[in-house]
T-cell receptor
Framework: QKEVEQDPGPLSVPEGAIVSLNCTYS??????FMWYRQYSRKGPELLMY????GNKEDGRFTAQVDKSSKYISLFIRDSQPSDSATYLC????????????FGKGTTLSVSS | DAGVIQSPRHEVTEMGQEVTLRCKPI?????LFWYRQTMMRGLELLIY????????DSGMPEDRFSAKMPNASFSTLKIQPSEPRDSAVYFC????????????FGAGTRLSVL
């Protein structure tokens, strides 16, 4: 079993839809959870950062972490064509200069 | 800030040739990471440095791969000899250790080994 599992998609939705992206993980010691967005032929960029369990909201984006289920989610409200990208979940044990473990990424396409 | 700078952006080479990828991290960052991204395996860590010291190189595929960080503003990833299965996008990322471990990625080097 891989440490982090993420459905690669692709996921296609119409503009304005609510999008739900998810990852599961196996290592209960993970404490920091992130979502990165990667546009085609670009490097990943940080979208959301969450410590431990709970929710975090930033504009149209909401990140949820459920450590008891080892499950994290990213919700996108009122999706826009500019949200079309690959979304990668990432997690790590601590913040002191350690590597991130990434999911394979889910490719999202939002049509206008 | 210019962000993480990688060069070259694209590299096409023949099997057996030496390839050197370069990375300039964000000024002031003290952690540097090299990742490889393929469709099959996603984004995988190859090696990372803290304060210019290699911490974990367990992701380096084999002895053909080597990485150095001679100073805080420069790192190289070398493949010698290169093989077609090394074809991938190689990313460098940097972070400020202890500050939320947010990694900032470069634009990547797309390597094709023929």
């Amino acid at each position: 079993q891989k440490e982090v599992e993420q459905d690669p998609g692709p996921l296609s939705v119409p503009e304005g839809a609510i999008v739900s992206l998810n990852c599961t993980y196996s290592n209960s010691a993970f404490q920091y959870f992130m979502w990165y967005r990667q546009y085609s032929r670009k490097g990943p960029e940080l979208l959301m950062y969450t410590y431990s369990s709970g929710n975090k909201e930033d504009g149209r984006f909401t990140a949820q972490v459920d450590k008891s289920s080892k499950y994290i989610s990213l919700f996108i409200r009122d999706s826009q064509p500019s949200d079309s990208a690959t979304y990668l979940c990432a997690m790590t044990l601590n913040q002191a200069g350690t590597a991130l473990i990434f999911g394979k990424g889910t490719t999202l396409s939002v049509s206008s | 800030d210019a962000g993480v700078i990688q060069s070259p952006r694209h590299e096409v080479t023949e099997m057996g040739q030496e390839v050197t990828l370069r990375c300039k991290p964000i000024s002031g960052h003290n952690s540097l990471f090299w990742y490889r991204q393929t469709m099959m395996r996603g984004l995988e860590l190859l090696i990372y440095f803290n304060n210019n010291v290699p911490i974990d190189d367990s992701g380096m595929p084999e002895d053909r791969f080597s990485a150095k960080m001679p100073n805080a503003s420069f790192s190289t990833l070398k493949i010698q000899p290169s093989e077609p299965r090394d074809s991938a996008v190689y990313f460098c990322a940097s972070s400020l250790m202890g500050i939320q471990n947010i990694q900032y990625f470069g634009a990547g080097t797309r390597l094709s080994v023929l």
